[in-house]
């Protein structure tokens, strides 16, 4: 699976959009982009997972590139609970091998 | 109430004791996973099960066991031979290994004294 580049932190403020990009300029055309995240002492919680085409759900968006070589996840209203550690992964399909974890970036949303 | 189980959420043992850290899901899942986190650092794959009565080891899996005897339960030995046990291990699952979404127990924080 192609690698992924997060920057280790960032900051937002409550009630404003948080955007956290990922660089993964090594994919290949049957590797998606999913993101998780980790709430503090817990276990990771899925977000949202796209190949191509922008995606949106109920938790967030996922804007990729045309090129797909990188891609953005936006969560459009962050609060406080959003504070966690953000993961974008690259999979590979068939999704028959278990997800790899980078280090993800930290994402503290202040009041 | 459906979901992924791992107890207890903290564990304690003596250095040179094996320990069992159990995984327990009611959602009918094929696929489950052991996973280890330090802090600071992303999950580590131990070992991870595609069906029962078979399992292949991951990133890290000297020191662990596992056994999938039943297709809702996947239970890790720490043994005495992994030299740094301390950490927090999450366990997940996923319903098939051609599906896209793992989901994750809440996690055992395991501190070797």
């Known amino acids: 699976d192609a690698k992924t580049t997060q920057p280790p932190s960032m900051d937002c403020a409550e009630g404003r959009a948080a955007n956290l990009p990922c660089n993964h300029s090594?994919?290949?055309?049957?590797?998606?982009v999913y993101w998780y995240r980790q709430i503090h002492s817990q276990g990771p919680q899925y977000i949202i997972h796209?190949?191509?085409n922008n995606e949106t759900n109920e938790m967030a968006s996922l804007i990729i590139t045309e090129d797909r070589k990188s891609s953005t996840l936006i969560l459009p209203h962050a609060t406080l609970r959003d504070t966690a550690v953000y993961y974008c992964?690259?999979?590979?399909?068939?999704?028959?091998?278990?997800?790899?974890f980078g280090k993800g970036t930290r994402l503290s949303v202040i009041a | 109430d459906g979901g992924i189980t791992q107890s207890p959420k903290y564990l304690f043992r003596k250095e040179g004791q094996n320990v069992t850290l159990s995984c327990e899901q009611n959602?009918?899942?094929?696929?489950m996973y052991w996973y280890r986190q330090d802090p600071g650092q992303g999950l580590r794959l131990i070992y991870y099960?595609?069906?029962?009565?078979?399992?292949q080891k991951g990133d890290i899996a000297e020191g662990y066991s596992v056994s999938r005897e039943k297709k809702e339960s996947f239970p890790l030995t720490v043994t005495s031979a992994q030299k740094n046990p301390t950490a927090f291990y999450l366990c997940?699952?996923?319903?098939?290994?051609?599906?896209?979404?793992?989901?994750f127990g809440p996690g055992t924080r395991l501190t070797v004294l």
């Open positions: 992964i690259v999979r590979k399909w068939p999704w028959n091998t278990p997800l790899v």
């Open positions: 090594t994919i290949s055309g049957n590797e998606y």
């Open positions: 796209g190949l191509k």
């Open positions: 959602l009918n899942h094929d696929a």
């Open positions: 099960s595609q069906i029962v009565n078979d399992f």
């Open positions: 997940a699952s996923c319903k098939g290994p051609y599906t896209d979404t793992q989901y």
